[in-house]
């Protein structure tokens, strides 16, 4: 292992740990050159100030797990990776998977500082051999600024409860954008509904230990519930910063061994809405605000589920919150004259319906309205048709297996489409047929 001098570039989420760091990196030969909490700033800096390599936190803003191979088959030279990750996560493991060179944990200590500045000698000697022996192919990677997409919090809303399928919409689109055969992104489903939380039902978790001994569905012990209680009652003292990264991975869940979607579940039961902590609004507005701020760091795309009345704090901070808010309206005329109805005092609220998109759900012309008509009336530009299928929707609900891995018809479709929205390679997968899905869907039912 050489000793010749290092150059690097650190991506850090807690400037305590770059502090700590350049401590252990001292006299070693090892140079820091930039230290950002920025994706894009960390792969623009790796290239252009000519690094040797990147020690970098998952948790800095933007962050992929793409960007690990960028870097590491860059045309010019090789910039392996190494993470710096807290020790109670798994995102060491997850980012050795993406083709980081290995990892530390935080916070650092006297070991794991030692630890650091051999792992970084070694990896930049693993990526060289690996490179003159032709172990891998390079291939020119642009500016991250030039990929075809962008990480974006997409809040889900209705105006009217019941029957517009929102959270079935929200959680195959956290599924398509997620799960390895799709967009392999990842991606984290917040369950915001003040009225109750069906998104884990959904895919197959139970907060019943009843139904988690008869169904064997997986048993969720926390949820929003919890994490608001758990938040009151220190944020008279920590206020925001009661709220980092290490402590909402306790309270997500991981779905699907083939997925990189975890969830936040929402309330179990609508009585839970009426204790005490949400009574104070302005702190429930704060804190849904820095869930979605920090979730926004630590994953490409956040899906929020919210309820239909956008004065409840939590729904309206995912809705101030999101880059993009699809309005979902089925084809009746009281849900078309109830989201037409809402747009102006939305307006008025927000300044602006620049991000609200139109996601008409359970569509067929048999009912009597056209797109157009709805189109129309509500005042939106339309992002996507979602056509209506009971049987496929209904038993998808019924086996917690998303449709949109499975179906092969335009319901399954139609949510890829939407997906491709914001994550166009999507696009090219859609293309090559559907072939893709076959394979997997006798395996997701199979397992189901």
């Not at 915001?192 to 001994?213: C, E, S, W």
């Not at 699809?326 to 989201?339: C, I, M, S």
């Amino acid at each position: 292992m050489s000793d010749q001098p290092l150059n690097i570039v650190v991506g850090f989420y807690n400037y305590a740990d770059v502090q700590a760091l350049e401590g252990y990196l001292r006299d070693t030969g090892i140079t820091i050159l930039s230290a950002v909490q920025d994706a894009q700033r960390v792969f623009d800096d790796a290239v252009n100030l000519e690094a040797d390599a990147v020690l970098l936190c998952p948790q800095v803003t933007g962050y992929r797990h793409q960007m690990i191979l960028d870097l590491l088959l860059h045309v010019e030279r090789p910039i392996p990776t190494v993470g710096l990750v807290e020790a109670t996560s798994d995102d060491g493991r997850a980012m050795v998977s993406a083709g980081a060179k290995g990892f530390v944990t935080l916070p650092l200590d006297e070991t794991q500082g030692n630890k650091v500045v051999v792992m970084l000698r070694q990896a930049v000697d693993e990526a060289h051999k690996e490179r003159q022996q032709g172990q891998v192919k390079t291939r020119a990677v642009p500016s991250s600024r030039l990929q075809a997409w962008q990480e974006k919090v997409i809040t889900i809303w209705v105006p009217k409860g019941g029957g517009s399928t929102r959270t079935t919409l929200a959680v195959n689109l956290a599924v398509a954008l997620s799960h390895a055969a799709l967009g392999n992104q990842p991606t984290c489903l917040l369950d915001f509904d003040m009225a109750k939380g069906d998104a884990h039902t959904m895919l197959g978790f139970t907060a019943n230990p009843d139904y988690a001994a008869r169904h064997g569905w997986p048993l969720l012990e926390r949820g929003l519930f919890d994490l608001v209680t758990w938040t009151a009652s220190r944020w008279g003292q920590q206020g925001e910063g009661a709220i980092t990264p290490v402590l909402l991975r306790n309270y997500t869940a991981r779905w699907g061994e083939d997925s990189q979607l975890d969830l936040l579940p929402g309330l179990y039961a609508p009585h839970q809405a009426d204790a005490r902590e949400f009574d104070n609004r302005q702190m429930i507005y704060q804190m849904g605000r820095r869930i979605i701020e920090v979730m926004r760091q630590m994953y490409a795309f956040v899906i929020i589920d919210v309820g239909q009345d956008f004065t409840r704090p939590l729904h309206r901070a995912a809705l101030e919150a999101a880059n993009e808010v699809l309005v979902t309206v089925p084809p009746t005329w009281t849900a078309v004259v109830d989201a037409a109805n809402a747009m102006p005092p939305l307006k008025h609220r927000l300044g602006d319906l620049g991000k609200f998109k139109l996601v008409i759900t359970r569509y067929s012309a048999e009912f009597g309205l056209s797109e157009k008509e709805i189109i129309q009336e509500v005042g939106l530009p339309r992002l996507v048709t979602i056509p209506h299928d009971a049987v496929v929707a209904e038993t998808a609900i019924n086996t917690h297996t998303p449709f949109v891995l499975t179906d092969e018809g335009p319901l399954g479709e139609s949510v890829r489409e939407l997906a491709a929205n914001f994550l166009p390679y999507l696009a090219e997968k859609r293309r090559r047929g559907r072939s893709l899905f076959a394979g997997l869907k006798k395996v997701l039912v199979r397992e189901s």
